[in-house]
């Protein structure tokens, strides 16, 4: 391999692992995901080992390297490619909101992001009723869905178009036990568009169609700074739904 293109992979490797690093020192504080933490230093310094130790290393060992990185590159491609389309029509019956934490009675950043994406959703189709999803979680001192009913009602939906499921804990329970509440409200029919944050929808939509609800997708924005161990995390549980 020419020097110069292995220096090139050298100091690009050691750069990133680098900033791997740093992303886990910047926002350590701002997420609970301990074991995901733990799994992004450990990644970082084997990309930066990597870098350091790049010419010692069998060229064998270099392009099955390079074959397994495939896989996780492509999740990744799919969860970004999904998240950031959408196929909402604005003329669904209700909206589903997941919930992403509450500390006290406030939501954290992630989850404000997908009540915005709501609120601009309901801006354009006012008649639909939307639904927050999600139990007492252990910094919170209301019921997620009940602290996004009222971040809601801040933004200028009215109350009675907003129901509230108050006891899951889980994607799937926020999915399983809103079907329930659906099937209650329109004993007829429905149509259902659901929101999350982009790297979450993939998930999402597919643990929804097996409680069958089979809904339209609308992804949130998610913070820049957030995307390496929001991405590792769900590319995890992806690759656990496929298996399990």
């Given amino acids: 391999m020419d020097e110069e293109v292995v220096k090139f992979i050298r100091i690009t490797l050691f750069v990133l692992g680098i900033l791997s690093l740093a992303n886990v020192a910047l926002i350590f504080n701002v997420f609970d995901s301990i074991m ?24 064998k060992i270099h392009i099955a390297s390079g074959i397994l990185c495939l896989f996780p590159i492509a999740i990744l491609l799919l969860l970004a490619t999904y998240g950031n389309t959408t196929n909402v029509t604005y003329r669904e019956d209700v909206v589903i909101v997941l919930g992403a934490g509450v500390v006290g009675e406030n939501v954290t950043r992630p989850l404000a992001r997908r ?18 999803t999600g139990g007492l979680g252990e910094r919170a001192t209301i019921t997620e869905a009940e602290a996004m009913a009222r971040y809601l009602v801040r933004l200028g939906i009215p109350r009675e178009r907003i129901l509230l499921e108050e006891h899951s804990t889980s994607t799937y329970e926020n999915l399983k036990f809103t079907k329930t509440i659906l099937d209650e409200h329109f004993p007829d029919d429905f149509s259902v568009v659901l929101i999350t944050n982009d790297f979450h929808l993939y998930r999402s ?40």
């Avoid at 799994?39 to 080992?49: D, E, T």
């Avoid at 809904?215 to 769900?234: I, Q």
């Fill in 36 to 59: 995901i933490f733990a799994l992004q230093i450990s990644l970082s310094l084997f990309i930066i080992a990597y870098a350091i130790f790049f010419n010692k290393i069998p060229k």
């Fill in 115 to 132: 009540l915005d994406a709501a609120f601009e959703y309901w801006q354009q189709n006012p008649t639909a009723y939307i639904i927050t």
């Fill in 205 to 244: 939509v597919q643990t929804a169609r097996s409680v069958g609800l089979y809904v339209n997708r609308k992804g949130a924005y998610t913070d820049w700074y957030s995307w390496p161990v929001n991405y590792l995390r769900e590319m995890i549980a992806v690759v656990h739904m496929w298996i399990f």
